[in-house]
């Protein structure tokens, strides 16, 4: 029953069942009259003698009879439900798989991911094999390409890079995912917006405002975890550079051609948003990158209702250095150029755990360069070093999303297993 219910919540489905075995019962009796009614004026074959089980009493008969009707409705129930669950499942899961994983993911721990971009997706995307509770909190900077079309003509904040989040924790066909992805390449106002972005767009006019369309996307898409913006203010991001220019807008500080010494949010005092405030207070893990330092990573930490709850949480803070510098932003950096970046932004003490890829791969292209820790003293006390190999060796500029995720469990059980009390 209660499947049906889910299936097609809202109708009364039992009722209708029950009148359905009510009808199949009295056709059953009318048969039954009708044929005793013939027995008694015919002659039949005396098969139908042993057919009908005429050399046992009339109990004996009864139960027999109830016994096979039972296991007959019972058999067709289980093919059924069988039948129809094959239908809704993905394609070579089983229903006991499928509880097993989800429950398993339900006790996972609540971790919490700040970024942005195409670092932040591809954290989400390894961690959602471990865990359900997961939060990802996402910058709104984000000002070019089609976000920052839409952010201007709807006064919305910007789309891609919640889209991207979506994407990576949906749980849909794959087709629904390259159709959210999907951008276009022509059309007189369409060229150069993607599907996903142009679809957030579409239900804030359906819900009214950005919180509701991105809960009801994710409903639509089937998300596992909740993604949620750092603010809800309109904010600019500007960046100050070594030569003493100022750059406005985020799509701009990369090409600028300088050196960034800092970056900070016009207006500057903003309010955090209270969902994501809330998300990180209650947080086992706090994992803090990958992704561009200065234009995904900071404008989070540089909201300060963020910033004061990273500090405040009990959770494990980790953050995760690139593994790639990035031409306009961290050009020459290493590991503790990033670290520094951060403190100089936010103060020291933010941080538990600094995870550095330890793997050399073959070096990208271009003025990209690989930030690695060889031959490297690490005389920090806070935070502390962990290594690992986290690189997607296909694509040196980035990290692989199970190989990242793997290792962050790791640190998150060993420090879990190293605290007073553990068990």
């Given at each position: 029953?209660?499947f049906?219910?889910?299936m097609?919540?809202?109708?009364?489905?039992?009722?209708?069942?029950?009148?359905?075995?009510?009808?199949?019962?009295l056709?059953?009796?009318?048969?039954?009259y009708?044929?005793?009614?013939?027995?008694?004026?015919?002659?039949?074959?005396?098969?139908?003698?042993?057919?009908?089980?005429?050399?046992?009493n009339?109990?004996?008969?009864?139960?027999?009879?109830?016994?096979?009707?039972?296991?007959?409705?019972?058999?067709?129930v289980?093919?059924?439900n069988r039948?129809?669950?094959?239908?809704?499942?993905?394609?070579?899961d089983?229903?006991?798989?499928?509880?097993?994983?989800?429950?398993q993911?339900?006790?996972?721990?609540?971790?919490?991911?700040?970024?942005?971009?195409?670092?932040?997706?591809?954290?989400?995307?390894?961690?959602?094999?471990?865990?359900?509770?997961?939060?990802?909190?996402?910058?709104?900077?984000?000002?070019?390409?089609?976000?920052g079309?839409?952010?201007?003509?709807?006064?919305?904040?910007?789309?891609?890079?919640?889209?991207?989040?979506?994407?990576?924790l949906?749980?849909?066909?794959?087709?629904?995912t390259?159709?959210?992805?999907?951008?276009?390449?022509?059309?007189?106002?369409?060229?150069?917006?993607?599907?996903?972005?142009?679809?957030?767009?579409?239900?804030?006019?359906?819900?009214?405002?950005?919180?509701?369309?991105?809960?009801e996307?994710?409903?639509?898409?089937?998300?596992?975890?909740?993604?949620?913006?750092?603010?809800?203010?309109?904010?600019?991001?500007h960046?100050?550079?070594?030569d003493?220019?100022?750059?406005?807008?985020?799509?701009?500080?990369?090409s600028?051609?300088?050196?960034?010494?800092?970056?900070?949010?016009?207006?500057?005092?903003?309010?955090?948003?209270?969902?994501?405030?809330?998300?990180i207070?209650?947080?086992?893990?706090?994992?803090?990158?990958?992704?561009?330092?200065?234009?995904?990573?900071?404008?989070n930490?540089?909201?300060?209702?963020?910033?004061?709850?990273?500090?405040?949480?009990?959770?494990?803070?980790?953050y995760?250095?690139?593994?790639?510098?990035?031409?306009?932003?961290?050009?020459?950096?290493?590991?503790?150029?990033?670290?520094?970046?951060?403190?100089?932004?936010?103060g020291?003490?933010?941080?538990?755990?600094?995870?550095?890829?330890?793997?050399?791969?073959?070096?990208?292209?271009?003025?990209?360069?690989?930030?690695?820790?060889?031959?490297v003293?690490?005389?920090?006390t806070?935070?502390q070093?962990?290594?690992?190999?986290?690189?997607?060796?296909?694509?040196?500029?980035?990290?692989?999303?199970?190989?990242?995720?793997?290792?962050?469990?790791?640190?998150?059980?060993?420090?879990?297993?190293?605290r007073?009390?553990?068990?």
């Amino acid at each position: 029953m209660s499947f049906f219910k889910w299936m097609y919540p809202g109708m009364r489905v039992k009722r209708w069942l029950v009148l359905l075995t009510f009808g199949i019962v009295l056709i059953s009796l009318g048969l039954a009259y009708f044929s005793v009614s013939i027995y008694h004026i015919e002659h039949y074959p005396a098969i139908v003698y042993y057919l009908t089980l005429q050399f046992l009493n009339h109990a004996t008969r009864g139960v027999l009879f109830a016994v096979i009707g039972i296991a007959s409705i019972a058999i067709a129930v289980v093919q059924l439900n069988r039948s129809l669950i094959s239908a809704v499942l993905p394609t070579g899961d089983r229903l006991v798989d499928l509880v097993y994983r989800r429950r398993q993911l339900g006790r996972g721990p609540r971790i919490v991911c700040i970024g942005g971009g195409h670092g932040l997706s591809n954290l989400l995307r390894g961690l959602k094999g471990y865990t359900g509770n997961l939060a990802a909190i996402v910058t709104v900077a984000d000002d070019g390409g089609s976000s920052g079309r839409l952010r201007e003509e709807f006064s919305m904040l910007p789309p891609g890079d919640f889209r991207q989040c979506i994407v990576a924790l949906s749980d849909v066909e794959p087709l629904m995912t390259k159709l959210f992805q999907y951008r276009f390449g022509a059309g007189d106002g369409l060229e150069g917006h993607s599907f996903g972005n142009l679809f957030i767009a579409a239900m804030i006019g359906v819900t009214g405002n950005f919180e509701q369309a991105l809960a009801e996307s994710s409903r639509v898409l089937n998300v596992r975890g909740q993604i949620l913006p750092s603010t809800l203010s309109n904010v600019t991001l500007h960046a100050e550079l070594a030569d003493s220019r100022v750059v406005a807008g985020e799509h701009h500080i990369t090409s600028a051609g300088g050196r960034v010494e800092r970056v900070r949010l016009l207006p500057d005092h903003v309010e955090a948003h209270a969902e994501a405030v809330a998300a990180i207070r209650s947080a086992d893990m706090v994992v803090i990158g990958p992704g561009s330092l200065y234009t995904s990573v900071l404008p989070n930490l540089l909201v300060e209702g963020i910033a004061a709850a990273v500090r405040q949480t009990a959770a494990l803070r980790v953050y995760v250095c690139n593994v790639a510098t990035e031409v306009g932003e961290t050009d020459h950096y290493d590991v503790a150029g990033h670290l520094d970046a951060i403190e100089r932004h936010v103060g020291p003490g933010m941080l538990d755990i600094v995870l550095v890829n330890d793997r050399a791969v073959a070096t990208p292209q271009g003025s990209v360069e690989r930030v690695e820790m060889d031959g490297v003293a690490w005389t920090r006390t806070q935070p502390q070093l962990a290594l690992g190999d986290v690189v997607d060796p296909d694509q040196p500029m980035y990290h692989q999303p199970a190989k990242l995720a793997k290792r962050l469990i790791e640190l998150f059980y060993d420090r879990t297993a190293s605290r007073p009390g553990a068990v």
